[in-house]
C-alpha cells in the first residue's frame, strides 16, 4: 500500500502535533502523521493526577532501559517516554515552563554562520511561545491569552505545598508569580497544561481542532521502519500499521522526523544516516556519514528528598478508593478538589552557592512519599512529602547507539547522569539546601522525619553517595540530533533543523537541541514544531 502527501511527520509527540498541524493550518499542506502509540483520549490521561497510574506501568509509556552506567556502580534506569498521541504532553505532571531568555540567546550565539541563519535568539522563539499560550492569568509581552495550549494555575493547592513555599521564602528565596518571567530565580507555584481538570495536551491543542480536516491523516500504532531516501533525498517513509505488513508513504514536500530524542537517531541511523562504521556493524548501508547521530544524549538528573509527616499532611495512597470516589464526586458537582491537582504544585528555581547567579536547581515539591524500586524498604508508605532536586544546566553527556538493524528493537542508550564533576557539585550543594527547607518553619513542624538523604551525614561524601544511588532521569533527554554551525563535525542539523547531507529532511524535536533548556521541556518542544513549520511553510506564527 503506498499513498503521497505534501509533508510525512514520524511521531506524534509534542513537536510532531505542532508541527503537522501548522503545516495544515498556515501552509494549506497535506500531511501523514505517523504515530507509533495509541490514542490519547483516555479517563487517566486527562486527569491532572493520571501520572501516577502512568509513570510506573502503562501501554501509553515506552520504558526505555538505560545500559548499565560504570560510574554509578552499574546500575540502569528506565527512561519513560509517552507512548501515545501528544507524547509527554499527554503523560507528563504539565508543568509549563519554557527556560530562560538566556538559553536561547545562547543557540543564537552558537549557531551563526549559515548563509540563510533564521535566529535562535530569545527574540526570534518568542513569538512562537506567546502564539501557542492560552493563559488564564498572564498577559503581557512574555504571555499570550488566545493559543490553543490552555496554561493555568493550580487547580487545588496541598497545605504542604504551600509550608514548603513558605519555608522557601524563610530561607531567603524570593516569591515568584511566573517562572517563565523576567527572572527565572524563586519559589511559587507552577503553571501547568490544564484547564477546569482536563489536561491541555499538544493532541487536544493542535490536532483535535483538525479531526474534520481532510489535509491531515493521522496514523496511531503505526512505527516508522526508516526513512526511504533516492538521490540523496529523502522521499518517503517504511512503517506499519498494529504489526501488519510494511506500507510505504511519500513525500512531495518534506520528510519531518519528530520522534523524541531517543527514536529519532535511530530512525536515521537505520535509514542509513549516522556513524558510517557503526551503521556497518549493524549490516546497514551508509548514505551519509553523520557521527554526531546520537551522541550528545542530555538530560536532566534528578535526585529525590523524601521524608514522613507529623500528621495527615498531603496525599496519601491509603484508603486510596474511596478518596478516588469522594474526590471524583467533588469535582463533578462543584468543579474543585484534589483531582485538579497534577501532584506537583510548587517548586523553585535557586543557586544554593550565589543567590544572585542563574538558578543552578530546579525543584519539585509533591506533597506524597514517593515509592520506586529504589526507595522500597527504606520509605514507609505514609503521610509524606518528596521534593526532586534536578540540575538545570547538566554537563554531563551520553549516547543512543543501535541495539541492532531490526526497528523494534528499542535503542540501547547511556545518559551518564552525574557523571561530569560540575554536576555532582551542584547536586549535592542542591540537595543541602533543600534539606534545610524541611527543618524551616513553618514546613518543619508537620515533617516527622527525614527518610533520604540519611539525615544523621551530611558530608559531601555522604550526600554524593545518596546522589549517585537514586539519580534518575527528569524525563528530559534531548540533543542527539543537534544543530551546529558550520564546520561542527558532530553537528547533524544545520540551523533551519535541515538534516545535513539529505535533502527533504528535517529534525523539529528535542533532540534538535544544541544545549538543554533549564527547566522542563515540553513547552520547549512544541516550540520547536512550530518553528519548523515556519521555516517550511515561510509564515510567522503571528498569523496562525
Avoid at 545518559?415 to 542542591?430: C, F, N, W
Avoid at 515533617?447 to 550526600?463: G, K, N, Q, T
Avoid at 558532530?490 to 528535542?510: E, I, K, P, Q, T
Wanted: contains cysteine.
Amino acid at each position: 500500500m503506498e499513498e503521497r502527501f505534501d509533508h510525512i511527520v514520524v511521531g506524534g509527540g509534542a513537536a510532531g502535533c505542532t508541527v503537522a498541524a501548522k503545516l495544515v493550518t498556515d501552509g494549506g499542506a497535506r500531511v501523514l502523521l505517523l504515530e507509533a502509540g495509541y490514542s490519547h483520549r483516555h479517563p487517566l490521561l486527562d486527569m491532572p493526577p493520571g501520572i501516577f497510574k502512568m509513570i510506573n506501568g502503562s501501554k501509553f509509556m515506552r520504558y526505555h532501559r538505560t545500559v548499565p552506567q560504570p560510574h554509578l556502580d552499574g546500575r540502569v534506569h528506565d527512561i519513560p517516554q509517552g507512548h501515545v498521541l501528544g507524547g509527554g504532553t499527554s503523560v507528563n505532571a504539565q508543568v509549563y515552563i519554557r527556560g530562560r531568555p538566556a538559553d536561547y540567546d545562547a543557540w543564537h550565539e552558537l549557531l551563526r554562520g549559515d548563509n540563510d541563519y533564521p535566529g535562535w535568539a530569545w527574540a526570534d522563539v518568542l513569538p512562537h511561545f506567546r502564539a501557542m499560550e492560552g493563559n488564564n492569568r498572564l498577559c503581557d509581552e512574555r504571555h499570550g491569552t488566545d493559543g490553543p495550549l490552555l496554561v493555568s494555575d493550580p487547580g487545588y493547592v496541598d497545605d504542604m505545598s504551600r509550608w514548603f513555599v513558605q519555608a522557601m521564602q524563610a530561607l531567603g528565596v524570593p516569591f515568584t508569580h511566573d517562572f517563565n518571567g523576567p527572572s527565572q530565580r524563586g519559589v511559587g507555584f507552577y503553571q501547568f497544561m490544564n484547564r477546569h481538570g482536563r489536561r491541555s495536551s499538544a493532541a487536544y491543542a493542535f490536532i483535535a481542532p483538525l479531526e474534520r480536516d481532510r489535509r491531515l491523516t493521522v496514523r496511531l500504532e503505526a512505527p516508522a521502519q526508516r526513512i526511504l531516501i533516492e538521490n540523496g533525498r529523502a522521499v518517503g517513509v517504511s512503517y506499519r500499521v498494529a504489526g501488519g505488513p510494511e506500507r510505504r508513504a511519500w513525500a512531495d514536500g518534506e520528510v519531518i522526523l519528530a520522534a523524541g530524542a531517543l527514536v529519532t537517531p535511530q530512525l536515521l541511523m537505520l535509514s542509513g544516516i549516522g556513524p558510517a562504521e557503526h551503521l556497518r556493524a549493524h549490516g546497514i548501508a551508509c548514505h551519509v556519514d553523520l557521527p554526531g547521530v546520537g551522541e550528545n544524549l542530555i538530560d536532566h538528573p534528578e535526585v529525590p528528598i523524601v521524608a514522613a509527616a507529623s500528621g495527615p499532611y498531603g496525599y496519601y495512597r491509603q484508603g486510596v478508593g474511596w478518596r478516588m470516589l469522594r474526590n471524583g464526586l467533588q469535582l463533578k458537582l462543584f468543579g474543585s478538589g484534589p483531582v485538579l491537582s497534577a501532584g506537583v504544585e510548587a517548586g523553585a528555581f535557586v543557586n544554593p552557592t550565589d543567590p544572585e547567579a542563574p538558578p543552578t536547581i530546579q525543584a519539585f515539591c509533591v506533597p506524597i512519599v514517593y515509592l520506586d524500586r529504589d526507595t522500597l524498604g527504606l520509605v514507609e508508605d505514609t503521610h509524606g512529602l518528596t521534593v526532586t532536586t534536578v540540575v538545570v544546566k547538566p554537563r554531563s553527556r551520553g549516547f543512543v547507539r543501535l541495539r541492532s538493524a531490526d526497528p523494534a528493537d528499542l535503542p540501547l542508550v547511556s545518559p551518564h547522569l552525574l557523571e561530569h564533576p560540575a554536576d555532582q557539585r551542584a547536586m549535592i550543594d542542591g540537595q543541602r539546601f533543600f534539606l534545610r527547607a524541611f527543618a524551616t518553619r513553618p514546613l518543619a513542624p508537620r515533617i516527622r522525619r527525614v527518610a533520604i538523604p540519611a539525615p544523621e551525614d551530611s558530608s559531601d561524601a555522604a550526600l554524593l553517595a545518596h546522589c549517585r544511588r537514586f539519580v534518575k532521569t527528569n524525563y528530559h533527554p534531548a540533543g542527539t540530533s543537534r544543530m551546529g554551525p558550520p564546520g561542527d563535525r558532530l553537528a547533524v542539523l544545520d540551523s533551519r533543523l535541515r538534516v545535513r547531507g539529505v535533502a527533504g529532511l528535517r529534525v523539529c524535536d528535542l533532540s534538535a537541541m544544541p544545549d538543554i533548556n533549564a527547566g522542563n521541556t515540553a513547552a520547549p518542544a512544541m516550540m520547536l514544531g512550530s518553528r519548523c513549520a515556519s521555516l517550511v511553510t515561510g509564515r510567522s506564527p503571528i498569523t496562525a
